[in-house]
């Protein structure tokens, strides 16, 4: 049984740092990328990170891009996302996802796009 924990999320004041860490487990993941999405109250879940199981192809959602960083550790089943310089409009439930392509070359922003989801992390950043 797959299962993905994220853990790391808390309350934050605006500016400062939070780094978020997802834990997989149940199978192996080998040739899968992986990717972040949050949910904020009343909207819809979007992206905000992925990256490929080489970790040479990662993507970012423009609004956290430069101040968001996706990382990994295979040897760990691991997958971190660096958040610096927090803004009040990224308060969300984060929650990592395993993507359903094997091997893959391209970027994948779509939530269909993934098979495995964690059960999600609260980040609240503070003004």
């Known amino acids: 049984q797959v299962q993905l924990v994220e853990s790391g999320g808390g309350l934050v004041q605006a500016g400062g740092s939070l780094r978020l860490s997802c834990a997989a487990s149940?199978?192996?993941?080998?040739?899968?990328?992986m990717g972040w999405f949050r949910q904020a109250p009343g909207k819809e879940r979007e992206f905000v990170a992925s990256?490929?199981?080489?970790?040479?192809?990662?993507y970012y959602a423009d609004s956290v891009k430069g101040r968001f960083t996706i990382s990994r550790d295979n040897a760990k089943n691991t997958v971190y996302l660096q958040m610096n310089s927090l803004e009040p409009e990224d308060t969300a439930v984060y929650y990592c996802?395993?993507?359903?392509?094997?091997?893959?070359?391209?970027?994948?922003?779509?939530?269909?796009?993934?098979?495995?989801w964690g059960q999600g992390t609260q980040v609240t950043v503070s003004s």
């Open positions: 149940g199978r192996t993941f080998s040739g899968y990328g």
């Open positions: 990256i490929s199981w080489s970790g040479g192809i990662i």
């Open positions: 996802a395993v993507q359903r392509a094997v091997w893959s070359r391209s970027y994948h922003l779509r939530r269909d796009e993934y098979d495995y």
